[in-house]
């Protein structure tokens, strides 16, 4: 391996010094931090013979300015090649060539492959809590945003046929010989450019026809695929993998007396979204809604720290994943990542996305951490609309297990058993026969079979969810909770400068990479910001909506 040293090469400095401008984030990265990164760190990553390589160092820095300056892979390259700047922040020679742009692919995937996504953005949060910079205790924030995914959004007959081809690309790659001599002729006309290139049927009897001809052609290659006679190793291709999960997700196929028929999954028989493959050149990538907007690809999730007592907010965590995973599940992940990093918080704000009674409980006691997040209101119909009976009207009786109504009258059923969400939860149920003569039923439920039925959380749950209720309609807690907001920010900065709306790249890990690059950038411009004494900028409102303000 190359060295990166901490010294400024000979004959640069004073060069640099007076070619830079005085806003050169660049130079300020170097003058305060020095080589930031030690080619030591990625030693795992590396050989330790032949002939030494380009600096593992110096290609981490190399890949956290592609995101400061949102730039290419061919572009990073010639920035160091060409610019001084960037020869003064990486410590190199006036004269160095820099190297080709397909290094950087290949140090990425050597951090994918040894594990070190997360080395870049600890060693630079490692640096900074030596400088006194950031550090544990105090305020924490995290908030999440959708990615999209680097492929295009396809409809459910384009999905297939676009499988289906990929998988056909991918072994005319690997073995052009075989498929050669065992392809029907016709398939070069059918799949040979991208199905979206052709203007596919209109009618619903046609497209149904179209389908279920692809469906035909994707079980005859893949019973190819797997003849004795096939060499095995063209199983291993992923393509074939892909194209073999999605015909058992999208088609259902019966043979009876050597016939076959095929046709589509109903909606109901189609497996969950978490395991639906969305697209055939990133299996990883999911489909998922929330709140109207739709979309393919993952969720990320943003920590930074927000104490302001003579430090700036710096990214110290972010976490990625499919786009169907709930934000709860990722918050037990943060608090032992921030944990370890050294850099665990006092208090941690989060939206309701991410509370729930069992975190409220239990972070305080098993990790110290407090958790500051508003609960979900109670929703039943009756709470909602005021007309009835809400929970709070019925009197429960832990130790003998049962519940009183306003009438009176006591459940029959208590069963403790989890929730849709994996949570621990106890449903009571008053029996039919006690409901059905009730004279104010209306106002409890509306069910005509069974009597009402109550669902709640574990007993110190329960009262902790209604503590929290009555407390986040208070004005302290809403003073309290009101530093969650600036995390908006930050994801605005992540999506605008290190575009981190869109994936560079492909599948779940790279993606998660390309975010531990774009938060490592976030905080140089935060860093470059703070030591110059910029100020934030300020939340721009349109003029009709300040026309509204003011009306």
Same mark, same amino acid.
């Given at each position: 391996?190359?060295?990166?040293?901490?010294?400024?090469?000979?004959?640069?400095?004073?060069?640099?010094?007076?070619?830079?401008?005085?806003?050169?984030?660049?130079?300020?990265?170097?003058?305060?931090?020095?080589?930031?990164?030690?080619?030591?760190?990625?030693?795992?990553?590396?050989?330790?013979?032949?002939?030494?390589?380009?600096?593992?160092?110096?290609?981490?820095?190399?890949?956290?300015?592609?995101?400061?300056?949102?730039?290419?892979?061919?572009?990073?390259?010639?920035?160091?090649?060409?610019?001084?700047?960037?020869?003064?922040? #990486?410590?190199?020679?006036?004269?160095?060539?820099?190297?080709?742009?397909?290094?950087?692919?290949?140090?990425?995937?050597?951090?994918?492959?040894?594990?070190?996504?997360?080395?870049?953005?600890?060693?630079?949060?490692?640096?900074?809590?030596?400088?006194?910079?950031?550090?544990?205790?105090?305020?924490?924030?995290?908030?999440?945003?959708?990615?999209?995914?680097?492929?295009?959004? #396809?409809?459910?007959?384009?999905?297939?046929?676009?499988?289906?081809?990929?998988?056909?690309?991918?072994?005319?790659?690997?073995?052009?010989?075989?498929?050669?001599?065992?392809?029907?002729?016709?398939?070069?006309?059918?799949?040979?450019?991208?199905?979206?290139?052709?203007?596919?049927?209109?009618?619903?009897?046609?497209?149904?026809?179209?389908?279920?001809?692809?469906?035909?052609?994707?079980?005859?290659?893949?019973?190819?695929?797997?003849?004795?006679?096939?060499?095995?190793?063209?199983?291993?291709?992923?393509?074939?993998?892909?194209?073999?999960?999605?015909?058992?997700?999208?088609?259902?196929?019966?043979?009876?007396?050597?016939?076959?028929?095929?046709?589509?999954?109903?909606?109901?028989?189609?497996?969950?979204?978490?395991?639906?493959?969305?697209?055939?050149?990133?299996?990883?990538?999911?489909?998922?809604?929330?709140?109207?907007?739709?979309?393919?690809?993952?969720?990320?999730?943003?920590?930074?720290?927000?104490?302001?007592?003579?430090?700036?907010?710096?990214?110290?965590?972010?976490?990625?994943?499919?786009?169907?995973?709930?934000?709860?599940?990722?918050?037990?992940?943060?608090?032992?990542?921030?944990?370890?990093?050294?850099?665990?918080?006092?208090?941690?704000?989060?939206?309701?996305?991410?509370?729930?009674?069992?975190? #409220?409980?239990?972070?305080?006691?098993?990790?110290?951490?407090?958790?500051?997040?508003?609960?979900?209101?109670?929703?039943?119909?009756?709470?909602?609309?005021?007309?009835?009976?809400?929970?709070?009207?019925?009197?429960?009786?832990?130790?003998?297990?049962?519940?009183?109504?306003?009438?009176?009258?006591?459940?029959?059923?208590?069963?403790?058993?989890?929730?849709?969400?994996?949570?621990?939860?106890?449903?009571?149920?008053?029996?039919?026969?006690?409901?059905?003569?009730?004279?104010?039923?209306?106002?409890?439920?509306?069910?005509?079979?069974?009597?009402?039925?109550?669902?709640?959380?574990?007993?110190?749950?329960?009262?902790?969810?209604?503590?929290?209720?009555?407390?986040?309609?208070?004005?302290?807690?809403?003073?309290?909770?009101?530093?969650?907001?600036?995390?908006?920010?930050?994801?605005?900065?992540?999506?605008?400068?290190?575009?981190?709306?869109?994936?560079?790249?492909?599948?779940?890990?790279?993606?998660?990479?390309?975010?531990?690059?774009?938060?490592?950038?976030?905080?140089?411009?935060?860093?470059?910001?703070?030591?110059?004494?910029?100020?934030?900028?300020?939340?721009?409102?349109?003029?009709?909506?300040?026309?509204? #303000?003011?009306?």
């Amino acid at each position: 391996m190359g060295s990166a040293s901490g010294n400024v090469p000979e004959g640069t400095s004073a060069v640099a010094h007076a070619a830079f401008p005085k806003g050169c984030l660049a130079m300020r990265i170097r003058d305060r931090l020095g080589s930031v990164f030690s080619n030591e760190e990625f030693r795992e990553a590396f050989g330790d013979r032949g002939r030494p390589g380009i600096s593992p160092g110096q290609l981490a820095l190399v890949s956290v300015l592609q995101f400061v300056e949102n730039l290419t892979d061919r572009q990073a390259a010639h920035a160091v090649r060409a610019r001084i700047d960037v020869k003064y922040l #990486l410590g190199m020679e006036l004269t160095d060539p820099g190297f080709d742009f397909t290094v950087l692919t290949g140090f990425r995937q050597r951090l994918l492959d040894n594990g070190l996504q997360e080395r870049v953005l600890d060693l630079l949060l490692e640096r900074l809590a030596d400088e006194g910079l950031v550090s544990a205790g105090g305020r924490q924030r995290t908030d999440s945003t959708h990615v999209l995914a680097a492929v295009r959004r #396809l409809n459910r007959l384009e999905f297939v046929g676009e499988t289906l081809r990929a998988c056909l690309e991918a072994l005319s790659a690997a073995h052009a010989r075989w498929l050669a001599n065992w392809m029907d002729p016709v398939w070069q006309e059918r799949y040979g450019a991208r199905i979206d290139a052709y203007r596919l049927p209109s009618k619903q009897s046609e497209r149904d026809r179209l389908a279920r001809q692809i469906a035909v052609d994707g079980y005859r290659l893949l019973e190819a695929v797997h003849a004795s006679t096939t060499p095995a190793w063209l199983r291993e291709i992923p393509a074939v993998a892909v194209l073999r999960t999605v015909w058992i997700q999208q088609f259902t196929r019966s043979v009876t007396d050597g016939s076959q028929e095929v046709d589509w999954r109903g909606k109901d028989d189609l497996p969950r979204g978490r395991a639906l493959i969305a697209s055939p050149y990133d299996p990883e990538a999911r489909y998922s809604h929330k709140r109207g907007s739709a979309w393919t690809g993952y969720k990320v999730h943003v920590s930074e720290n927000c104490t302001g007592s003579g430090q700036p907010h710096l990214i110290t965590h972010v976490v990625t994943t499919d786009a169907t995973a709930n934000d709860a599940t990722a918050v037990e992940g943060v608090h032992d990542a921030l944990t370890t990093k050294g850099l665990k918080p006092a208090e941690h704000l989060l939206d309701s996305g991410y509370s729930s009674a069992e975190l #409220l409980l239990t972070a305080p006691i098993e990790r110290g951490i407090r958790v500051i997040a508003p609960v979900r209101p109670n929703s039943t119909p009756q709470q909602v609309g005021a007309t009835g009976f809400g929970k709070s009207a019925f009197t429960i009786n832990w130790q003998s297990r049962t519940a009183n109504c306003p009438s009176g009258q006591t459940s029959r059923y208590w069963t403790a058993g989890l929730d849709n969400n994996g949570r621990d939860a106890i449903r009571i149920r008053f029996a039919t026969a006690t409901c059905s003569p009730c004279s104010v039923r209306d106002q409890c439920t509306r069910s005509t079979r069974y009597g009402r039925q109550l669902t709640v959380r574990p007993r110190e749950q329960d009262a902790l969810l209604e503590r929290v209720r009555a407390e986040q309609s208070t004005e302290a807690w809403k003073e309290r909770y009101a530093g969650r907001a600036g995390v908006e920010g930050t994801i605005h900065q992540a999506v605008a400068v290190g575009g981190m709306r869109r994936t560079r790249y492909r599948g779940l890990g790279k993606t998660h990479l390309g975010h531990v690059l774009t938060a490592a950038a976030i905080n140089m411009i935060r860093l470059d910001a703070w030591w110059t004494g910029t100020p934030l900028a300020q939340t721009r409102t349109s003029r009709l909506a300040a026309l509204e #303000l003011a009306i």
